[in-house]
């Protein structure tokens, strides 16, 4: 636990039922001509119109990129970049899941900063001109992109999904109203709710855990305890779906201000290469993470257990045992795949695991676990999840632990 942090979110963040309609307020305050940048699906269910419809009605002209097609690329963000350069935009607003606010985050530093986004990935180069305005508006409970300083965008040329962290990417407004999310799919509330719950989990077991993410994460953890499971069978679900939202911002908050670990640093390989959802590789990947840093973690897991079934447990190595067995059970309710399930061919997989476990290492993420592994560890780590059973604990990693 780090004994000193300075804590960063949104300067405005704008939460709960219709606070979509404050857009068009907040936009015109930090410009005159919007970029919003979405994607197909939120484009065909109304979203979009609906937001430049409240746009209009606080005299702010927009223009529309909804070509986000899945988890963004380094196209996507040059194409909307062109697009916001040749129109004259001088706000960017995302409309979408995680990929859509990831997108307009790149877009929104490299309108006012030179270069290729991948360069700023591990402060090789610095933010040095404010970006332009971004109103980030998520539509999934998950990513808790629109409170982080994180960008995730793959790089084509080498398959990488780039993880990109300064201040910089902070957007300066979130606008987080849950009725948003009632639209999403049961497997998109699964993956990306569990997406929540591992931010929260990463960032209340990682070296780089302190107080102030502690409170975020520890509230987080309870809102998708008592919460993801409803919204997963009733998407109907108001009360669910506004609980799932609250917490998806505060893991958000959490891991941004301390960081994620292991299970998002092999994660991100996995939807680089395979083109797993980023909340299913998630999924694919904890269960078995939290077996093997279960011993350099107890104390802090057993908070997590006690907060699956609050009394009763009176250890903490019982506690820390629950925690584990309890996220597996959620795994199996919300029907998570292994990778084997999800179709990916075991020998394809055995030929990158050392590509990917090479590029988990270089994102940094692994470092603030609490067990940190090696390599060789890494690779075995990805071998035990490709056929990996929810529902009974794993020798492999047991025995190792
Ligand atoms: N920057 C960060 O802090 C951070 C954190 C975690 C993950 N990520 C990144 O976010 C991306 C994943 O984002 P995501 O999980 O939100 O998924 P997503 O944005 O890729 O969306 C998944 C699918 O759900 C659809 N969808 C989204 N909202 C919907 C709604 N309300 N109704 C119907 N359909 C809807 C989308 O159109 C898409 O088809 C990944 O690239 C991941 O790496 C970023
Ligand atoms: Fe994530």
Not at 21 to 39: C, F, H, M, N, P
Not at 377 to 384: F, I, K, N, P, S
Request: net charge negative; hydrophobic share 40%.
């Amino acid at each position: 636990m780090k004994h000193y942090a300075v804590f960063q979110m949104p300067e405005t963040i704008n939460y709960g039922r219709r606070a979509f309609q404050t857009i068009g307020k907040e936009a015109s305050l930090r410009g005159r001509r919007a970029l919003v940048i979405s994607d197909p699906v939120m484009d065909k269910l109304g979203y979009v119109n609906e937001g430049r419809k409240y746009l209009t009605e606080s005299n702010m002209e927009s223009v529309v990129y909804s070509g986000v097609e899945s988890e963004p690329t380094d196209v996507y963000v040059t194409e909307a970049l062109q697009l916001f350069r040749t129109k004259q935009c001088d706000v960017v607003i995302s409309l979408g899941g995680g990929s859509c606010i990831d997108t307009a985050k790149a877009v929104a530093v490299l309108a006012s900063n030179e270069g290729y986004i991948g360069d700023y990935r591990g402060g090789k180069k610095t933010v040095n001109v404010k970006p332009a305005p971004h109103l980030a508006v998520p539509t999934t409970a998950g990513t808790g992109s629109e409170a982080t300083d994180v960008t995730v965008i793959t790089n084509t040329t080498d398959d990488v999904k780039m993880m990109i962290k300064q201040p910089a990417f902070m957007p300066d407004v979130a606008i987080v109203d849950p009725a948003l999310t009632l639209s999403s799919p049961k497997h998109v509330t699964a993956a990306t709710g569990i997406d929540a719950l591992s931010h929260a989990i990463e960032a209340y077991v990682s070296k780089k855990s302190h107080p102030m993410a502690d409170s975020m994460a520890l509230s987080a953890m309870n809102l998708i305890v008592q919460h993801l499971k409803t919204a997963y069978r009733e998407g109907d679900n108001l009360d669910a779906r506004e609980a799932m939202s609250l917490a998806a911002m505060q893991a958000g908050i959490a891991f941004s201000n301390a960081s994620v670990c292991l299970v998002h640093g092999m994660s991100r390989p996995i939807g680089a290469l395979f083109h797993v959802p980023h909340g299913y590789s998630n999924a694919m990947l904890l269960p078995a993470v939290l077996e093997f840093s279960r011993k350099e973690a107890v104390d802090r897991l057993a908070d997590v257990g006690r907060i699956f079934s609050p009394g009763g447990l009176s250890s903490n190595e019982q506690a820390a045992d629950h925690a584990v067995s309890s996220v597996k059970e959620l795994c199996r309710e919300l029907h998570i795949p292994n990778l084997k399930e999800w179709g990916i061919d075991k020998q394809e997989f055995e030929s990158v695991i050392s590509k990917m476990s090479a590029d988990a290492w270089d994102s940094g993420s692994p470092a603030s676990n609490p067990r940190v592994p090696t390599l060789y560890e890494m690779e075995e780590l990805y071998r035990v999840c490709y056929d990996y059973d929810f529902s009974q604990m794993s020798p492999v990693v047991r025995n190792r632990g």
